[in-house]
């Protein structure tokens, strides 16, 4: 096996991510039109995206990513709109798009037109998710984008297995359509339930955070695998697991927690690189087997196929948002009022990834009775031109959208505020029971360690406060990023001083490595402080 192209994949996808941190454009549209640039040039791998692997291999791990750093209670409260696009817009831009193909497609089954409507349903909010973050949208917006990117996967999944089966000559029905679909999605929301208790108490009572880290990296790998070998969805399963695991991962170990967190955003930034690059490397692949499709018919059936997935995101998307709160009493009550600007940024940020060329990858080259699959070549060409399309119109004109409608900005000061208060009312539970372990004669601490405790409890219950206060004039920092930068700057010197005694041969390296963990994890501490 030559693992000389595969190292190539991620060191250069890898390089490109890096680079598009420097510039305003998404990181995904500039690896996305990486990928096209060097699909060409001779001597480059070939490059097949194969569904057998990014279905069962990459999918799982950049979902429990997501998931488990996604917020429980915030999804649950964004229920109903996350649900009606990861289940309800779905399936009808499973029919919208499959019926325009169908009538513009001449000689293309319907049955075949719907699955190139399932294949495309899905979008892959990633990118957008990424541009809310960065220019600052509301956080009921990111959540519903981000769970809506969670679960659609499935429903899509599902349309795709009921429509394939009516293609290939399976006889598929609408009950048995519906069937299957509650099979996928009750049996995959269950396959998760029972596996998140057990995975947690593993997490919980395995003491080594090595052999912690290494199932915290099976774990999506495994709820994934038992769901679909009971035939219900491993998408499900696994958002599931990631947001109970994610919930309660206060309860780990803290020396997991930091290893698990350095080592998944290694993953997921390895993964999200390598998948966006491999998209724009598969021009080749789709445009050697299109045929008689090619040129300006081709063409006008791409630009058709584009204009309905991006109107029908439309059309949902602002009946879903407003009528439910004009019918329902109660959810006028409960939810926030959507307004047209939320719903707009919604609307756009519809952009296709990864999942849609891999379930078209999928495609059976030919249906029962051996015939070929009825155009799957212009299917695969149809799904890659409506991927690079949506990355690059909506991914370009995203970030300048969400400022043209100018969100009102995130308050500072009274977040900044909720976290002071929150962090007084935890110091002062602190420093009760700091106080109540003192009384007792077995916690006996000579005065200057006691003092030091104490020292500690007031130093974090002044910090965030230090943070609304006056800035030094000269340095434009407040007293709280001042002291960070002193201990960091103290830390950078004991650790010097470390490794020149291990130069020096008075102590070992098992030593220094001792050492340097215990200065890390101060410094770490530091960190997530100015973060």
Do not use: C
């Not at 649950?76 to 009538?103: D, E, N």
């Not at 495309?120 to 990111?142: K, Q």
């Not at 997935?309 to 948002?321: C, E, I, S």
């Not at 991927?387 to 977040?415: H, N």
């Amino acid at each position: 096996m030559d693992v000389m192209p595969l190292l190539l994949l991620v060191a250069g996808s890898a390089a490109v991510a890096g680079a598009a941190r420097r510039t305003p454009l998404p990181a995904p549209l500039l690896l996305v039109a990486a990928g096209l640039v060097i699909s060409y040039i001779p001597g480059v791998p070939d490059y097949r995206l194969d569904p057998e692997v990014v279905l069962p291999l990459v999918l799982p791990p950049l979902l429990y990513t997501s998931a488990s750093d996604s917020s429980y209670l915030d999804l649950r409260a964004q229920l109903r709109p996350v649900a009606l696009l990861s289940v309800g817009y779905v399936l009808f831009a499973t029919v919208v798009v499959g019926w325009a193909a169908y009538l513009v497609i001449p000689g293309m089954p319907l049955p075949a037109a719907l699955v190139l409507g399932a294949v495309v349903a899905p979008p892959d909010a990633v990118a957008a998710t990424a541009v809310a973050r960065r220019v600052g949208l509301p956080s009921r917006i990111t959540t519903i984008l981000q769970g809506e990117s969670l679960l659609n996967d499935a429903t899509a999944i599902t349309a795709y297995k009921v429509a394939l089966a009516a293609a290939i000559g399976e006889g598929a029905t609408w009950a048995g359509g519906i069937e299957e679909f509650l099979i996928a999605s009750v049996g995959g929301v269950g396959v998760g339930l029972l596996l998140m208790a057990p995975l947690h108490w593993l997490r919980t009572h395995l003491r080594e955070p090595l052999l912690q880290n290494t199932l915290s990296l099976l774990i999506p790998f495994v709820a994934y695998a038992v769901a679909e070998q009971v035939h219900a969805s491993g998408v499900l399963a696994v958002v599931v697991v990631a947001l109970y695991l994610g919930h309660r991962a206060w309860e780990v170990d803290f020396a997991t927690r930091l290893q698990e967190d350095a080592v998944w955003k290694m993953v997921a930034f390895i993964l999200e690189s390598a998948v966006f690059a491999l998209i724009g490397l598969q021009l080749p692949v789709v445009l050697k087997g299109l045929g008689e499709y090619e040129g300006v018919t081709a063409a006008w059936y791409a630009v058709v196929v584009f204009v309905v997935v991006v109107l029908a995101r439309f059309v949902w998307v602002y009946p879903a948002a407003f009528l439910p709160r004009l019918m329902s009493e109660r959810i006028r009550t409960r939810e926030d009022n959507p307004t047209w600007r939320g719903a707009m940024v919604t609307s756009w940020a519809g952009m296709r990834g990864v999942v849609s060329l891999a379930i078209a990858f999928s495609i059976p080259l030919t249906v029962h009775g051996g015939h070929a699959f009825p155009q799957r070549n212009l299917i695969l060409f149809l799904t890659f031109t409506t991927v690079i399309g949506t990355l690059v119109l909506q991914g370009v004109t995203l970030p300048p959208l969400i400022r043209l409608l100018r969100f009102p900005s995130r308050d500072r000061q009274a977040e900044t505020l909720a976290e002071a208060n929150a962090q007084a009312q935890a110091s002062l539970a602190a420093e009760s029971r700091l106080e109540e372990l003192l009384s007792d004669e077995r916690n006996a601490l000579p005065p200057p360690l006691a003092e030091r405790l104490r020292s500690v409890l007031e130093r974090r219950r002044n910090a965030v406060w230090e943070r609304l206060g006056q800035v030094n004039p000269v340095t434009g920092e407040s007293v709280d990023d001042t002291y960070r930068r002193l201990s960091r700057d103290m830390i950078s010197a004991e650790r010097a001083v470390f490794v020149r005694l291990r130069d020096h041969r008075y102590i070992d390296d098992e030593m220094l490595r001792a050492l340097l963990r215990r200065l890390d994890l101060e410094e770490a501490a530091a960190y997530r402080e100015a973060a």
